[in-house]
């Protein structure tokens, strides 16, 4: 009896802990600083490597999130509409793209597409505070060695997430984040190469139901076999949408 009661009195309490995870819509500004790059004599500046991704229907200046128990879903205001869905059950990361016949499935088993756990990365809290949309926030740097550094500013008390949800989401160290800031971040800046920096800033969050038809996923077939070895050699998995 001691047993099935302790059993009940568990399966509350997880229960209880997986209802506070925040469940709505998160909006973030997006903005792009571009050091100029030389090839020999020739310069190509930040506007117009900009101007291309416009051109290449690339260029996004808000991406939406929205989250529901362990799974989200982004959308990037990009011409090409592109979305990604994260299923939890599956542990897979699905990126869509308008008119585009095909889906690219990344396993959230990996760190990256690659599947590289840089030795010289480093997970940390930092003694560094901002203020985000009228929110008080702590940071996370995370550290790639030279190749890339990203920070992570959150609130424990806003777009709180039980980090169990997220636990097998290696990709991109998600849940060790998540472990470290219980809640979703509400500005994300990326620092690549020391070249581009990509800064995702909160400007409007709300408590929301979110229909699961958001996070369904279309039939798929298998893609044309030169196209899907291609694409496993460069780390993803692709699959051809049913018309």
Known sequence: MKKILFGIFTAIICSL???????????YKVEFDIKPKEIGDFKISKEQIIEKMKKDGEFYDSVSVFIKGGNYAKIANT???????????????????KDFD?????????????????????????????????ISCNGIRLSWGKLAEEYYFYNTETAKLNPQLFKK????????ILEL???????????????????????????????????????FEKAEKDYAEMMLEMGFEVMKIKN
Do not use: C
Not at 17 to 27: A, N
Not at 103 to 132: G, L
């Open 169 to 176: 989401h290696n990709f991109e160290y998600l849940n060790e």
């Open 79 to 97: 011409n090409l509409e592109q979305k990604a869905i994260y299923k939890s059950n599956l542990n897979k990361i699905y990126s869509f793209q």
């Open 17 to 27: 802990s997986y209802g506070q995870s925040f469940e709505g819509k998160l909006i």
């Open 181 to 219: 800031s219980n809640s979703y971040p509400l500005e994300i800046i990326k620092i690549l190469n020391n070249s581009i920096t990509i800064k995702m800033t909160l400007i409007d969050i709300s408590k929301e139901p979110i229909d699961d038809k958001l996070f369904k996923l279309p039939e």
């Open 102 to 134: 095909y889906v690219t499935i990344t396993d959230a088993n990996k760190y990256n597409s690659m599947n590289i756990d840089f030795k010289e990365r480093k997970i940390e809290k930092i003694d560094s505070s901002k203020i985000i949309n009228g």
